[in-house]
DNA sequence: ACCTTATCTGCATCAATTGCTAATTAGCAA
DNA sequence: TTGCTAATTAGCAATTGATGCAGATAAGGT
C-alpha cells in the first residue's frame, strides 16, 4: 500500500474524497503487517477517534481493495483480515494464538489437474505454530 | 470418505448412531467431487428425504469432520465446503462458474519467512477460469 | 420388548458483513 | 470566501452462514 500522502493524491484522483476519518485508517493501515481485521482496525482507530463508524472502516477498506491498495485475506478465522502488503507473498497462520505471518513461495510448485484451467492467481494459507506458541506449549 | 458400509461400522463403533439421515447423507457424499456447501447437499437430501433438517446435516458434515473422514475447505465463496477427498491435495476455483477442482501438487515449494514456525498444515487455492468459462467468454 | 442415550427438528441466537438513508462535508468553481 | 453538488458518514436494519438449545423421537445394546 502507498503512503497516505500518495493515497490522498490517489483518491482525489478517482473523484473520491479524503476525509479524517479515511487519512486516519490511511495511517493506520501504513506498514502494518498484523493482518488486522475490520474489527481490530476500528478499535485502533477509534481511540484515536471516537465515533468513527465500523461501517466507514469497511467502506474504506472495500475502496482501498478495490483501487488494490490492499488485499483482503481468508484464514479460516471466520472474519476477513486485511493486507496493506500486495507484493507476491502467502501466509502462516498459527493454531495457537491465531497471529498471520508473511511467506514469500519461490519456485512455483509442480501441478496436475490444472489442464484445463488457466490459473489467475494462487494463495497458500500455511498452519501450525508459531516460536512462541511452541515455547508455550513446552513449557506446560 | 469410506464407503457408507464402513462408515456405518466407525460410527457406531464411536458410539454414534446411524439414522436414515445420515445414511443418505453418507451416500450423497460418497465419491461427491462437487465440494458442496451444506446447503446444497440439503437441498440434494430433501428430495430423497423430505423434511430432513438443515441442522442435521450441518450436525453430521461437523461429525464426519472430527472423524477425519471429510476436510471443510474455504475458497471465499461465502460458506463453507466439503470435501469427501482427504487425500492430500490442493483446490482451484473458478471466478466465472464458482466450481472448484482438485489439484494436485508434487514438489514442495521453497519457503522463506517461516524460520520460527512450524508447518503441520498447507492448503493453496488456485483462482481462474475454467474451461468451460474460458470458452464462454471466447463465445461473446 | 425395554431402556438409555444419541439424534432430530425447529427455532432462537450469533457474528460478520452489507444495504439503506438522512444529515454532513469535501473540494471544485465562481 | 462563498456556494454548490456529489461523495461520505453514522447508525440502524437486514442478510447470510453457522451454531446453541430443548422437547420429542428413535437407535441399538441388553
Redesign the interface.
Given at each position: 500500500m502507498r503512503s497516505p500522502e500518495e493515497l490522498t493524491i490517489a483518491f482525489r484522483r478517482a473523484g473520491l474524497k479524503v476525509t479524517p476519518q479515511r487519512q486516519l485508517l490511511f495511517r493506520l493501515l501504513h506498514d502494518n503487517s498484523s493482518h488486522p481485521t475490520a474489527d481490530s482496525l476500528h478499535s485502533a482507530a477509534t481511540t484515536v477517534m471516537p465515533g468513527i463508524s465500523l461501517r466507514t472502516v469497511y467502506q474504506t477498506l472495500t475502496d482501498l481493495a478495490e483501487m488494490g491498495e490492499l488485499q483482503s485475506i481468508?484464514v479460516?478465522s471466520g472474519s476477513l483480515r486485511f493486507d496493506p502488503n500486495v507484493s507476491d507473498?502467502h501466509h502462516?497462520v498459527?493454531?495457537g494464538c491465531g497471529d498471520v505471518?508473511?511467506?514469500?513461495?519461490?519456485?512455483?510448485?509442480?501441478?496436475?489437474?490444472?489442464d484445463?484451467?488457466?490459473?489467475?492467481?494462487?494463495?497458500?494459507?500455511?498452519?501450525?505454530?508459531?516460536?512462541a506458541c511452541?515455547a508455550l506449549v513446552a513449557t506446560k
Open positions: 481468508e479460516g507473498h502462516a498459527c493454531d505471518h508473511d511467506v514469500y513461495v519461490s519456485k512455483a510448485p509442480v501441478l496436475r489437474g490444472l484445463d484451467f488457466s490459473v489467475s492467481d494462487a494463495h497458500i494459507v500455511y498452519r501450525g505454530q508459531c516460536g511452541s
